[in-house]
Each structure stands twice: as C-alpha cells, then as structure tokens.
C-alpha cells in the first residue's frame, strides 16, 4: 500500500502510477513531443489524482522559459451576454491547449499604467479588450516576457495581433433594414454610459453611412441605462419613426417605455437592436435584432498557441464580425 505524503512529488506519483518521473513529467506537462500511450497517461492522471498532486507552476515555467499564463484584462466596460459567452468560449479552448488563463481587474487603470500592471505577473499572452493600451504598452509587455499580445477591438495596436470588430457593419446592416421597412426618420441610440462610446460611435457613423443620399434623416439619441431615462426619453419623443436602438438590451428598455406612452411598436416606431439575445423572442412584439457572428473561442486560443510558439512573426490581423439581420415584430 502506498502512503500518501503531506506534500506529494512527482516522485510519488510516479511509483503510485509505476512509470518514471520523466514519463509523469511528459504527461502532466502536456508534452506533444513524446509519444505516451492513452493507458499510461490514464494511469499518471489518476494517481496525481489519489495523491492530490499539484505541479508547481513557477517550475514548469522555468523548464519551458516561459509561463503558461494568458492575462485576460477586465474590459472597462459592461460586457453583454454575448460578449461574455465569447469570452467563457475563449478560456476553455485556452484551458484545453494546457495554458492557465488569469482574469485582471484592471478598472481604474489605463494604457502604459495598465500594461505595466499586467506585465508583473509575467504572462505569457495577453488578451486586451476595447481600446485599452497603446504601442508602448505593447512594448512593455513583450520585455517583460510576453509572447503574444492580441487586442479585440475596432482599430490595429501597433506590435500586437489584431482582432478587428467592424461595429460600423452593425450599424450599417440596423439602419439599412429600418429604411427598407419604411423608416425615414431614424434614431440611433447612443448610451450614455462611460466606456461604450468606442463601440457606439461606430455604430452611429454606420448608420449614417448607409443611409448618405437616401433622403432618410439620422438622429443621435442619448439614452442611459435607466427607466427613468428611458421614460423621459420616451414622454418627449422627437418624433422618429424608427429606432436602432444600440443593442438588445437598450431596445427592451426603450420598447417599454415607448408602449407606456402609448406609441405603438412597430406601426408608430419600429425598433431593432443588436446580438440576438434570447429575451428579446419573449417580449412581445418580438424584437429584430442585428445578430452579430463573433469568432470561435477556439479560433482566438489557436491564434494565442501559434503566437507563443513562434514569437517573432509578423502580428495577425483578422477581421471577424459578420452580421445579419433577424426580423420579428418590432419593425
């Protein structure tokens, strides 16, 4: 029978699971380059398992010169479901190529401040939403070790890999669809909380890009999260007979607000929102949204993979937002 020490080694699991240290290393370092038989990796796992071993981070990074830690920054922001279901998506095909992802409560910091934060923990990658760092940014995180930084945002960094979200397609494909139902005086809605004008703006500038020429008029319509924003807006209407309304979440809001005036949806003002989310199928009239089609978390975790593993190559550039319309009753 094998005792159990206090603080198990590799060594133990290693007699417990009857193969060498070398084969427990290969197996609980996910080691490609050797070749270890499914059984013997069954075996090794198990008895980590029994024994409670725990290998030791800073170790393994000694031996591999570099950390498996992917620093995930806090967006500024508030994320939506959809963004967020992106990011869950993002750090278990993270977690399946054998990297530890860290999630960084950077609120309160920003850009070269914010880099340097992230930098003392000496990440192997770093994953940046929004817009928030710079070249220089970049700079320190890469002396400090870092392998890969990769931005999800609408603009390139200067040095990191790049994924581009076209937010003006969004707005482009809401207001198109308003004009082809009929609106011609339409409202985008702009939040007015701090952080979203990064992607509201775009949002905006689309709008009035598909519309140049037609005839239609484009609105900016301030609205914060709030009913009582929503139904001061909505007592005081200008007058617009149609509405993209920012995202899903704003145009339930808005829609709730315009019915308690008594405007009617969509005969007196259509709406549309972004994201496709499943709450906006209950309300009734249903809501249209822009669906928005974000990359595959495992496309962004191979793009990290292929970073650390070749360092020096020139950044990547995707551009991955694609979208579309779903129309429901509210248009």
Known sequence: MVQIPNTPTSADVARLAGVSRATVSYVLNNTSAVRISEPTRRRVHEAARELGYVPHAAARSLRAGHSRTVLMPAPA????????????????????????????????????????AWAELR??????????????GVGILKRSGA??????????????????????????????????????????????????????????????????????????????????????????????????????????????????????????????????LMLGRLLRPRLSSVRIELPSGRDLAALVDRAVRAPGGEPEVHRVLGVSVVRREST
Do not use: K
């Open 77 to 116: 922001v508030p994320v939506g479901v959809l963004y967020g279901t992106f990011l869950n998506e993002v750090q278990g095909a993270l977690g399946r190529l054998d990297y530890t992802v860290v999630q960084y409560g950077s609120v309160g910091l920003e850009g070269d401040e914010a880099a340097r």
């Open 123 to 136: 990440p192997v990658a770093v994953l940046v939403p929004g817009t928030g760092i710079g070249p220089r």
């Open 147 to 276: 392998r890969a930084v990769v931005t999800l945002g609408p603009e390139r960094v200067e040095g990191a890999h790049a994924v581009l979200m076209d937010h003006e397609a969004v707005g482009r494909c809401a207001a198109t669809h308003l004009h082809e139902r009929g609106g011609r005086r339409i409202g985008v809605v702009v939040p007015e909380e701090p952080g979203l004008e990064v992607y509201s703006g775009p949002r905006l500038a689309g709008a009035r890009q598909a519309l140049r020429d037609t005839g239609a008029t484009v609105t900016a319509v301030p609205l914060a999260y709030t009913e009582r924003s929503a139904a001061r807006l909505a007592a005081d209407w200008p007058g617009l007979d149609a509405v993209f309304a920012y995202n899903d979440e704003y145009a339930m809001l808005l829609m709730r607000a315009l019915q308690d005036e008594g405007l009617r949806i969509p005969e007196d003002v259509a709406v549309i929102g972004a994201d496709d």
